[in-house]
């Protein structure tokens, strides 16, 4: 199985700090990457989709790159109510496997 | 707007079964894949089984395949996930979550607020 690996595992940042977050898959996905946000004690958000696409209502501070096995989320600028642990996830064939998170704090 | 409300949960003993549900609406039902994710307590998110749009396609976690039977009634527009032989690391929330796509291999674009089910003598 792909395993998807995600770096750091937390960060603590200033508001308005540019934040970046890593997803290694362990085999070529191609676009096949997903993002999502979990605030505290809430239910997860979709962010993006196709390692790029931002899903409609998703502020525009948000972005993601990559493909083949390396992808990014990028928050432009940091705002408090970005706190919260976000999750990759691989969606080109099953299992469709979550990285193990990365919490976001702010400094 | 989708909403998707789970049901079933519970505190169950292991080596039993339980039977969550998951009823769906604001949404064509019938037209997209439908997920099971799940989150142990202070852990990560980890996918359980999907089922694409008409039923044909089921997929399952290693973690889960034999054991569990995820199934969905589009005449009901409710999905369902049949979980026996519980283990006591199946405690968790369990999501439910609607696919983009009718298809297994997608994204899980809406969330349901989650059931506990708890495995536990």
């Known amino acids: 199985d792909i395993q998807m690996t995600q770096s750091p595992s937390s960060l603590s940042a200033s508001v308005g700090d540019r934040v970046t977050i890593t997803c290694r898959a362990s085999?070529?996905?191609?676009?096949?990457l997903a993002w999502y946000q979990q605030k505290p004690g809430k239910v997860p958000k979709f962010l993006i989709y196709?390692?790029?696409t931002l899903q409609s209502g998703v502020p525009s501070r948000f972005s993601g790159s990559g493909s083949g096995t390396d992808f990014t989320l990028t928050i432009s600028s940091l705002q408090p109510e970005d706190v919260a642990t976000y999750y990759c996830?691989?969606?080109?064939?099953?299992?469709?496997?979550f990285g193990q998170g990365t919490k976001v704090e702010i400094k | 707007q989708v909403q998707l409300v789970e049901s079933g949960g519970g505190v169950v003993q292991p080596g039993r079964s339980l039977r969550l549900s998951c009823a769906a609406s604001g949404f064509t039902f019938n037209i997209y894949g439908m997920h099971w994710v799940r989150q142990a307590p202070g852990k990560g998110l980890e996918w359980v089984a999907v089922?694409?749009?008409?039923?044909?396609?089921?997929y399952y976690a290693d973690s889960v395949k034999g054991r569990f039977t995820i199934s969905r009634d589009n005449s009901k527009n409710t999905l369902y996930l049949q979980m026996n032989s519980l283990r006591a690391e199946d405690t968790a929330v369990y999501y439910c979550?609607?696919?983009?796509?009718?298809?297994?291999?997608?994204?899980?674009?809406?969330w349901g607020q989650g059931t506990l089910v708890t495995v536990s003598s």
């Open positions: 089922i694409s749009y008409d039923g044909s396609n089921k």
């Open positions: 996830q691989k969606y080109n064939s099953t299992p469709l496997t």
């Open positions: 085999q070529d996905i191609s676009n096949f």
């Open positions: 196709a390692a790029s």
């Open positions: 979550a609607k696919g983009r796509r009718g298809d297994w291999n997608d994204v899980f674009e809406y």
